[in-house]
């Protein structure tokens, strides 16, 4: 089983500086890592696949980095509307299992 | 656009059943693999099952294994999860989710709203 470990649990920052987040996996995933947004009340919103690709409609502020194990998602110049949870994801090869790490908790300081 | 409508969550007593459906829309249901996610109040995100485009192929979580089972109507563009022998750590909301058309995909580009499950006496 792969594990997903985020840091750190909670991001304190204030709108128009950049927000750093880490993701480790346990073990080698090559470029296979997700991240998700999740806003309190609503579903998640896939931000980021392959690493660094990102999905549909998700601004340019947002981008991903990295391979192997550790993975990173910067937000540059932070809007209001980027204080949420943030999620990163993997898929274990065989069986299909998926894991997601803990969070990360990007607040307004 | 991409729509996935969950519905028949509620309060239920432990080792109780229940069933929720996930009606899609404006994509082609059958060509896509679908999933199920659940989180627990104020907790992260937890996969629990796996279905192919198909409807063949099922994959669970060992939280689920034996007690949830995963299933889907293309005709009725419906995905199921039927749920059997319910315990108080189930309690979660229960997301309906878009895979890919290929098995190889990982990530999950599109959710439902959700729908809430309590097991509770």
């Known amino acids: 089983e792969i594990v997903l470990t985020q840091s750190p649990a909670t991001l304190s920052l204030s709108p128009g500086e950049r927000a750093t987040l880490s993701c480790r996996a346990s073990?080698?995933?090559?470029?296979?890592l997700a991240w998700y947004q999740q806003k309190p009340g609503q579903a998640p919103r896939l931000l980021i696949y392959d690493a660094s690709n990102r999905a549909t409609g998700i601004p340019a502020r947002f981008s991903g980095s990295g391979s192997g194990t550790d993975f990173t998602l910067t937000i540059n110049s932070l809007e209001p509307e980027d204080f949420a949870v943030y999620y990163c994801?993997?898929?274990?090869?065989?069986?299909?299992?998926?894991?997601f790490g803990q969070g990360t908790k990007l607040e307004i300081k | 656009q991409v729509q996935l409508v969950e519905s028949g969550g509620g309060l239920v007593k432990p080792g109780g059943s229940l069933r929720l459906s996930c009606a899609a829309s404006?994509?082609?249901?059958?060509?896509?693999?679908m999933k199920w996610i659940r989180q627990a109040p104020g907790l992260g995100l937890e996969w629990i099952s796996y279905i192919s485009n198909t409807g063949k192929t099922t994959y669970y979580a060992d939280s689920v294994q034996g007690r949830f089972t995963i299933s889907r109507d293309s005709a009725k563009n419906t995905l199921y999860l039927e749920m059997n022998s319910l315990r108080v750590e189930d309690t979660a909301v229960y997301y309906c989710?878009?895979?890919?058309?290929?098995?190889?995909?990982?990530?999950?580009?599109?959710w439902g709203q959700g729908t809430l499950v309590t097991v509770s006496s």
């Open positions: 994801q993997q898929r274990s090869n065989w069986p299909p299992e998926y894991s």
């Open positions: 073990q080698t995933i090559s470029i296979y």
């Open positions: 404006g994509f082609t249901f059958s060509d896509y693999y």
């Open positions: 989710v878009r895979g890919g058309q290929r098995a190889t995909r990982y990530y999950f580009d599109y």
